[in-house]
């Protein structure tokens, strides 16, 4: 399905909706009547620049903070997100970006850590063949579930958060900035790990400042400027236009760049007449 602008429309149940969601702390406004929808199967990216609302949106949605005014609606229901665990059990899973993970534990311990299986007399095998079906259904590239954490890549270590996160079958991923200080391999990784979540028929919401991991595997772009909406756009959207919406100045570096090339290119182009 095609909409107004051309793009291909979100077929999946609509997960996540937000309607006119505003966050105040005393006199500051962090969040601003913002709209946003997140469908399943589908990868939505949350981009701005430092200070745009996106952390406190997260929480929010995490259930760390309480909207000050909107609505939330989650699989056609309006709820109330009190605390982290009432996102949990609802099917929100984030993933922040230090990951909260155990470096002196394993795999399968980090997995489970704090949903362990009979815990007054640990289920280990149950445990490790869980583990092990989850990362196969990431298609991960882990030797072993019982080598610690600290022995992993940044890449890996972001597999068994992901991983985690999918334990409780959640309806719903936030990943905070994924690909953050990883190379070039291991952002590679990552980004292969998002499609097989949205595969999995997951909605996806990514926060990242990198608009190249964005273009790669986000549906939509969805970009806040002063805590308040400023557009959606598409994964064919020039670097460009999305400084510009981010920053909210038409004339910047990346502008200038493109306008010496256009310059550049009818040049060449006159001189071959």
Same mark, same amino acid.
């Given at each position: ?29 962090? &969040?601003?009547?913002?709209? *946003? =929808?997140?469908? +399943?199967? !589908? %990868?939505? /990216?949350?981009?701005?620049? @430092? ?65 362990? &299986?009979?815990?007054?007399? *640990? =289920?280990?095998? +149950?445990? !490790? %063949?869980? /583990?092990?079906?989850?990362? @196969? ?56 790990l998002i499609e097989r979540v949205r595969d999995k028929g997951l909605g996806v919401l990514m926060i990242s400042h990198n608009m190249e991991d964005v273009r790669a595997v986000a549906d939509r ?53």
């Amino acid at each position: 399905m095609i909409d107004a602008s051309g793009q291909r429309a979100p077929t999946g149940e609509l997960v996540l909706s937000l309607q006119g969601v505003s966050k105040h702390f005393g006199a500051v406004s962090a &969040l601003t009547d913002i709209n *946003l =929808d997140v469908h +399943a199967g !589908e %990868v939505v /990216a949350l981009v701005g620049d @430092n200070g745009a609302g996106k952390s406190t949106l997260v929480k929010i949605l995490a259930g760390v903070h309480q909207p000050s005014a909107g609505t939330i609606t989650f699989a056609g229901k309006p709820v109330t997100l009190s605390d982290p665990a009432t996102a949990l059990d609802l099917g929100i899973a984030t993933v922040f970006q230090d990951l909260a993970l155990c470096e002196n534990l394993d795999v399968v311990a980090n997995i489970f850590l704090g949903r362990e &299986l009979s815990p007054l007399k *640990l =289920d280990e095998t +149950a445990m !490790e %063949v869980r /583990a092990w079906t989850l990362l @196969n259904e990431l298609a991960a590239r882990i030797p072993s579930v019982r080598i610690p954490i600290a022995s992993l890549s940044g890449g890996q270590r972001q597999t068994v958060a992901i991983a985690r996160s999918l334990l409780l079958e959640p309806k719903l991923i936030m990943l905070d900035e994924p690909t953050a200080a990883l190379g070039v391999a291991q952002t590679a990784e990552v980004l292969n790990l998002i499609e097989r979540v949205r595969d999995k028929g997951l909605g996806v919401l990514m926060i990242s400042h990198n608009m190249e991991d964005v273009r790669a595997v986000a549906d939509r772009i969805v970009v806040l400027r002063l805590g308040r909406n400023n557009g959606i756009f598409y994964p064919d959207t020039s670097n460009q236009e999305l400084v510009s919406a981010i920053t909210g100045a038409t004339e910047n570096a990346v502008s200038r760049r493109a306008g010496r090339r256009q310059a550049q290119q009818e040049q060449r182009e006159g001189g071959q007449l």
